[in-house]
Nanobody, 121 residues
């Protein structure tokens, strides 16, 4: 029900925009987030946005470089990634939570399949 797209290979310093399109139900009342999992590492929180889009929160490692946004009319969430670094290389997952504004992975009810982002140095 969540389809992530937009991943690819980019050089360090470049940009990518990820999209997460929802289908089968409306997620306009859900908190939406992006998580990522680098090779050999645990999945980690990246960014979250409240149901209205009025509140956002970022992991320290991406703050100032990534921007999360949503278009509830299109049932889609975005992650604009600028100034990419090799350490941003990971599979990026979008997720939806009924809970209010949470960064806790266990609170998320729906997960997308992931899209691979590779940043070369």
């Amino acid at each position: 029900q969540l389809q992530a797209s937009g991943g690819g290979m980019v050089q360090a310093g470049g940009s990518l925009r990820l999209s997460c399109a929802a289908s089968g139900r409306t997620f306009s009342s859900y908190t939406m987030s992006w998580f990522r999992q680098a090779p050999g590492k645990k999945r980690e929180f990246v960014a979250t946005i409240s149901w209205s889009g009025g509140s956002t929160y970022y992991a320290g490692s991406v703050k100032g470089r990534f921007t999360i946004s949503r278009d509830n009319a299109k049932n889609t969430v975005y992650l604009q990634m600028n100034s990419l670094k090799p350490e941003d290389t990971a599979v990026y997952y979008c997720a939806a939570a009924r809970s209010a504004f949470t960064t806790s992975e266990g609170s998320y009810d729906y997960w997308g399949q992931g899209t691979l982002v590779t940043v070369s140095s």
